[in-house]
């Protein structure tokens, strides 16, 4: 069922500026903080958060029966727990009071200081306790580049990759929220010209541009999610920089895969875009040949047109967008991943974050990771200060951003940025 929040017709009283990735029609979830409120659950309208305690507080949501202390947690897995029914419901509330045709909160001009606020003057916080972090490697023109550079065009893909959705278990204590920074990792490397490892900061840090989608209905050990019933468990998505040492990663990955390479920093995008909000942008995906078991199946258009971006910015320098991804790209479907994790009875719980793996697209100004953009530092990038990038530098910042657009609506996804700092 197409959501009343959805309607492209909608207009709201609070200021939307032309390109915002906020309008009415979006209504994402966050958590901020500031000097008058700590751990606040908010949506966004525009260039202002909206926060959902102080509407919960003043009888805003009375109808939704849900509990007040679910708006000012520390999280949002209390309040996406409640299930879609309910949060679909509140996402509708929320755009009702914002619409130009209701006085509710229009007229109420006290509380507005109280319920909007800049975003660029508060502190957004992480969304969700995350339990667990799996991420995938989904995206066939990625797996492509990398199996060609480090084997051969003829067995880029292993027999494996077109019959299921390979993916392994991270780390989720090391995911932090967009605006932070960390340190260059140390650790081993196997140089070329080396017969014996060294240890020492990678010299190869990367990013790699992904997505993730979130959790909002757990399962029991012993039960699967089919990929028809699979959206009634996600509840949204971010944007996700999964950041990459690849010379730790060379030299480590072999035979159990990715650890110390990965488990260092992962950063997120701090505002949670609803499933149903993203609904009128589904397209058809790549055919998948051959064809795929049955439980991994699926009917309609299933993949989103999400336009993304990578910017970095170097040290007290101008942003150089490095390349443009689009969702679309992806092979296995968010449906299809979840199914596959399941299949086996592995049970997820809200919170819980799945990570797409690179997207990367056919052209290579459309390449997911410095790796490819780079062709393994063979090509260097040219930045507009005059300087080279092979992979990224020390104190050089990546944003990641992602929007859908289609005619006048555009529904955006906001910032993904962190900073390297050099190794400690």
């Given at each position: 069922m197409t959501s009343r929040a959805n309607n492209p017709l909608l207009q709201s009283w609070m200021e939307v500026k032309s390109g915002s990735d906020f309008p009415i029609q979006n209504i994402p979830f966050g958590i901020y903080s500031d000097s008058k409120a700590e751990h606040h659950a908010c949506s966004a309208i525009g260039e202002y958060i909206i926060d959902l305690y102080e509407l919960a507080r003043n009888g805003y949501f009375e109808a939704l029966t849900i509990p007040q202390e679910y708006f000012r947690s520390g999280s949002l897995n209390d309040l996406i727990g409640l299930g879609k029914p309910i949060t679909n419901h509140l996402r509708e509330r929320i755009s009702e009071l914002l619409q130009t045709t209701n006085n509710e909160l229009q007229n109420h001009k006290e509380l507005h200081f109280l319920v909007f606020k800049k975003q660029n003057e508060v502190k957004m916080l992480m969304p969700v306790k995350i339990g667990d972090y799996t991420d995938f490697y989904s995206s066939i023109d990625h797996a492509t580049n990398v199996g060609t550079m480090f084997?051969?065009?003829?067995?880029?893909?292993?027999?494996?990759?077109?019959?299921?959705?390979?993916?392994?278990?991270?780390?989720?204590?090391?995911?932090?929220?967009?605006?932070?920074?960390?340190?260059?990792?140390?650790?081993?490397?196997?140089?070329?010209?080396?017969?014996?490892?060294?240890?020492?900061?990678?010299?190869?840090?990367?990013?790699?541009?992904?997505?993730?989608?979130?959790?909002?209905?757990?399962?029991?050990?012993?039960?699967?999610?089919?990929?028809?019933?699979?959206?009634?468990?996600?509840?949204?998505?971010?944007?996700?920089?999964?950041?990459?040492?690849?010379?730790?990663?060379?030299?480590?990955?072999?035979?159990l895969g990715p650890f110390l390479?990965?488990?260092?920093?992962?950063?997120?995008?701090?505002?949670?875009?609803?499933?149903?909000?993203?609904?009128?942008?589904?397209?058809?995906?790549?055919?998948?040949?051959?064809?795929?078991?049955?439980?991994?199946?699926?009917?309609?258009?299933?993949?989103?047109?999400?336009?993304?971006?990578?910017?970095?910015?170097?040290?007290?320098g101008e942003d150089n967008k490095i390349a443009g991804s689009n969702y679309k790209y992806m092979y296995w479907t968010m449906e299809q991943q979840l199914a596959h994790h399941t299949i086996n009875g592995c049970n997820i719980n809200v919170g819980d974050m799945m990570a797409s793996g690179t997207i990367s697209g056919p052209d290579p100004s459309e390449y997911g990771s410095m790796l490819e953009l780079t062709w393994k530092g063979t090509k260097p990038l040219k930045l507009k200060d005059g300087t080279e990038r092979k992979f990224v530098n020390d104190n050089d910042t990546i944003t990641l951003k992602g929007y859908c657009e289609k005619g006048s609506l555009r529904i955006g996804f906001g910032e993904c940025k962190a900073k390297l700092l050099p190794a400690k």
């Open positions: 084997r051969d065009p003829a067995n880029a893909l292993l027999p494996n990759w077109k019959h299921l959705p390979v993916g392994y278990h991270g780390r989720a204590s090391s995911i932090c929220v967009s605006g932070h920074s960390f340190h260059r990792p140390k650790g081993q490397q196997k140089p070329a010209d080396s017969e014996l490892p060294v240890f020492g900061p990678s010299k190869l840090l990367d990013i790699e541009l992904e997505t993730a989608f979130i959790i909002g209905k757990s399962t029991k050990m012993g039960e699967s999610v089919s990929t028809s019933n699979a959206d009634e468990h996600i509840f949204g998505m971010v944007l996700f920089n999964d950041w990459s040492a690849r010379d730790i990663q060379t030299w480590e990955y072999v035979p390479a990965k488990n260092f920093a992962s950063t997120i995008s701090p505002w949670i875009i609803t499933l149903e909000a993203l609904e009128p942008f589904r397209t058809k995906g790549y055919t998948q040949e051959p064809k795929v078991l049955p439980y991994l199946e699926y009917n309609g258009e299933r993949n989103l047109d999400i336009k993304l971006e990578v910017y970095l910015t170097p040290e007290n």
